[in-house]
C-alpha cells in the first residue's frame, strides 16, 4: 500500500468507527465496558460524585443514555439500571451506552424521598443547571454537559417513591415535531409498559428544561421517561420490567440484534389529576395502585392523631389510580393520589 492509500484507509475505518467517547473520567475504547465519575466539585455547598459505566459496542451506532436515581429512594429503577451494566453484552452491542444509576447520592445514603436533603432540591427539576447553583444544580448542569450532550437518545428511570404505592407507567413527550416524536413514541412502545402518559406541557426552551428527559428532548434527542416499583420495595416483576424495556429499546435501536417487544395497545393517559389532602393526619387508603375509579368515589380518608375521620379524598376525575400515598404521614396540601384520565383516542 502506498502511504496515500494508508491514510484513505485510516480516514474510512475513522468514519466507520464512532469516536472515542467519554464520560465524566470513564473513557470507552471499541468493545469495552469502562466505569469512572462525574465528580461535581464543591461550590456553595459540599462536593458529590456520580458513578458512570460507558459500554462501547464493536460497531457503530446510536449513544443511548440509562439514567436513574434523582430520587435516591425510587430503588427498583436503580437497581435496574445498576444490573444493566453487567447484562449488555460490549461484543454484541452497535453503540454506546452510558449507564448512571445512581443520581442523588445523599437521599440514597440518608434514605431521604423526594430531594437532595444537601440542599432541598428535586433533582429532576433544576435542569440545565448551573455551577453557580447548588450542589442539584451544579449536578444538574454537569449531567447536561456530560450524558445530554453526548446522547443521541435518554430514558429516565424512576419508581414510585418511598411514600408512593405506583403502577407501572412511561411517559411521552408529544413535541409537534413529528419526526422526533414518531421515534419516541416506537420507544415508548419498545419499552413495553401498558399505561403511558401524553406530556405536551412540557417547557420548550432547552435553557428552562426542568427535566432530564426534557433537556434531551428539547436538545432533539428523542428521550422517554418511565416508572416502576413502590414504596421503597424491590419487586422482581418492577425490576424485570424496567431491565427488559431498556434492552427491548436498545432493539428497536437496532443497537442490539432481534425485534423489540412492543406493545401494541397501552392505555393512552391524556392528563393526571391529583387529589390533595385539605388536612393534616392519618391517611387510609382505600384503593390500591392501579384501580380505576369514577369521579368522585373516595381513594381514602384522613383521621386526626385521636382517631376522628376529617378529611373524604375523592377522585377528581374518572380513570387510573397512577399512584396513592403508601404511609399513614399526611400533611395538608400533599399528595393523596395521581389519577390518569383515559385518552378517547390514541394520540
Ligand atoms: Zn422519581
Redesign the pocket.
Given at each position: 500500500m502506498t502511504a496515500w492509500m494508508v491514510l484513505a484507509f485510516a480516514a474510512a475505518m475513522a468514519a466507520r468507527e464512532p469516536a472515542a467517547l467519554s464520560v465524566g473520567t470513564a473513557t470507552a475504547a471499541p468493545g469495552r465496558r469502562v466505569f469512572g465519575a462525574i465528580e461535581v466539585p464543591a461550590g456553595v455547598d459540599a462536593a458529590t460524585r456520580i458513578d458512570v459505566a460507558v459500554i462501547r459496542g464493536t460497531k457503530p451506532g446510536p449513544v443511548l443514555a440509562l439514567v436513574s436515581g434523582?430520587?435516591g429512594t425510587?430503588y427498583a429503577s436503580i437497581v435496574a439500571v445498576s444490573k444493566l451494566v453487567s447484562a449488555i453484552d460490549p461484543a454484541a452491542l452497535s453503540g454506546t451506552v452510558v449507564l448512571v444509576p445512581l443520581v442523588n447520592v445523599a437521599s440514597f445514603e440518608q434514605k431521604v424521598p423526594h430531594v437532595n436533603p444537601v440542599d432541598g432540591k428535586s433533582m429532576?427539576r433544576f435542569y440545565p443547571g448551573r455551577m453557580e447553583g447548588t450542589q442539584t444544580e451544579r449536578a444538574s448542569f454537569l449531567l447536561t454537559r456530560e450524558v445530554v450532550e453526548k446522547c443521541d437518545h435518554l430514558i429516565d428511570l424512576?419508581?414510585g417513591?418511598l411514600d408512593e404505592d405506583l403502577r407501572p407507567y412511561s411517559y411521552w413527550t408529544k413535541t409537534g415535531n413529528a419526526a422526533q416524536d414518531a421515534v419516541s413514541r416506537e420507544m415508548v412502545l419498545a419499552f413495553g409498559l401498558d399505561h403511558v402518559i401524553v406530556s405536551t406541557d412540557r417547557p420548550k426552551d432547552p435553557q428552562a428544561s426542568r427535566y432530564l428527559e426534557n433537556t434531551a428532548t428539547t436538545r432533539g434527542k428523542p428521550s422517554i421517561t418511565v416508572?416502576a416499583g413502590h414504596a421503597g420495595t424491590v419487586e422482581p416483576d418492577d425490576v424485570a420490567a424496567l431491565v427488559d424495556g431498556c434492552l427491548s429499546v436498545m432493539r428497536y435501536l437496532k443497537m442490539l440484534p432481534g425485534a423489540p417487544t412492543r406493545v401494541e395497545h397501552p392505555v393512552w393517559i391524556d392528563s393526571v389529576k391529583t387529589v390533595a389532602s385539605g388536612e393534616t393526619g392519618l391517611f387510609y387508603p382505600t384503593v390500591r395502585r392501579g384501580t380505576y375509579v369514577a369521579e368522585g368515589m373516595t381513594v381514602g380518608y384522613v383521621t386526626d392523631f385521636v382517631g376522628r375521620r376529617i378529611f373524604e379524598a375523592r377522585a377528581p376525575a374518572s380513570g387510573v389510580v397512577l399512584y396513592v400515598c403508601a404511609v399513614p404521614s399526611m400533611k395538608k396540601g400533599d399528595t393523596v393520589a395521581n389519577v390518569g384520565t383515559i385518552a378517547a383516542s390514541p394520540p
Open positions: 434523582a430520587h425510587e429532576n424512576h419508581g417513591d416508572e
